[in-house]
Nanobody
Framework: QLQLVESGGGLVQPGGSLRLSCVGSGATLDRYGIGWFRQAPGKEREAVSCISSTGAGTKYADSVKGRFTISRDNAKNTVFLQINNVKSDDTGVYYC???????????????????WGKGTLVTVSS
């Protein structure tokens, strides 16, 4: 059974940067597409980015394009989300999720993922 653990969240000032990590255990991540999702206070969870199992395909929500970069290191069983120029709207709990099915789709990232981490909190505040 694949398990996912996120890390790297914390308090960051507007305009700052941070890198989130998602480490898999119990299975090799190279069989799974990975998505990053976030849930802001009082809002529904939304997909912010996703990456195919090989890393060849990526997709970003319009609100994060140019500021977020998703990448993966299958040798380390880890997927990263680099967040630059953070904004107050980036505040929320960030979750990584995995699926053996296609996650990078024309219309956006798959949302009905099969495995979820417990999340890491990102707070943007001055």
């Amino acid at each position: 059974q694949l398990q996912l653990v996120e890390s790297g969240g914390g308090l960051v000032q507007p305009g700052g940067s941070l890198r989130l990590s998602c480490v898999g255990s119990g299975a090799t991540l190279d069989r799974y597409g990975i998505g990053w999702f976030r849930q802001a206070p009082g809002k529904e969870r939304e997909a912010v980015s996703c990456i195919s199992s090989t890393g060849a395909g990526t997709k970003y929500a319009d609100s994060v394009k140019g500021r977020f970069t998703i990448s993966r290191d299958n040798a380390k069983n880890t997927v990263f989300l680099q967040i630059n120029n953070v904004k107050s709207d980036d505040t929320g709990v960030y979750y990584c999720a995995a699926s053996p099915r296609i996650v990078v789709m024309t219309e956006g990232c798959r949302t009905n993922m099969d495995f979820w981490g417990k999340g890491t909190l990102v707070t943007v505040s001055s």
